[in-house]
């Protein structure tokens, strides 16, 4: 089975960054694009960045561009998101996730029900 692991969450003070990391294991796949998304407590699941390895474009949620950068190496199926100037509005769990079956890139990227693997999620907090 295909498995995704998020990890580099923390605690951090708000101004301070943090950099995530999420890595593939199990059975070897390809995918299309990876992305990040948010869930704050009492909040929906939110779009943050996801990246088309195709060409490598990027994609950001308004609240977070220029904040936030997603990188990553399809070959290893391993995205990673920097997060600098972090805001209190950005606690959350982040999950990282991979569409391995082109649903997520033929919608536009920003819908979480189009990926077909997802991590656990790593819990970030931002105190102020």
């Known amino acids: 089975q295909v498995q995704l692991v998020e990890s580099g969450g923390g605690l951090v003070q708000a101004g301070g960054s943090l950099r995530l990391s999420c890595a593939a294991s199990?059975?070897?796949?390809?995918?299309?694009?990876m992305g990040w998304f948010r869930q704050a407590p009492g909040k929906e699941r939110e779009f943050v960045t996801a990246?088309?390895?195709?060409?490598?474009?990027?994609y950001y949620a308004d609240s977070v561009k220029g904040r936030f950068t997603i990188s990553g190496d399809s070959g290893k199926n391993t995205v990673y998101l920097q997060m600098n100037s972090l805001k209190s509005e950005d606690t959350a769990v982040y999950y990282c996730?991979?569409?391995?079956?082109?649903?997520?890139?033929?919608?536009?990227?920003?819908?979480?029900?189009?990926?077909?693997?997802w991590g656990q999620g790593t819990q970030v907090t931002v105190s102020s």
């Open positions: 990246i088309r390895w195709s060409g490598g474009s990027t």
């Open positions: 199990g059975r070897t796949f390809s995918s299309y694009a």
């Open positions: 996730a991979a569409d391995s079956l082109g649903s997520a890139v033929l919608t536009g990227l920003k819908q979480w029900d189009k990926y077909n693997y």
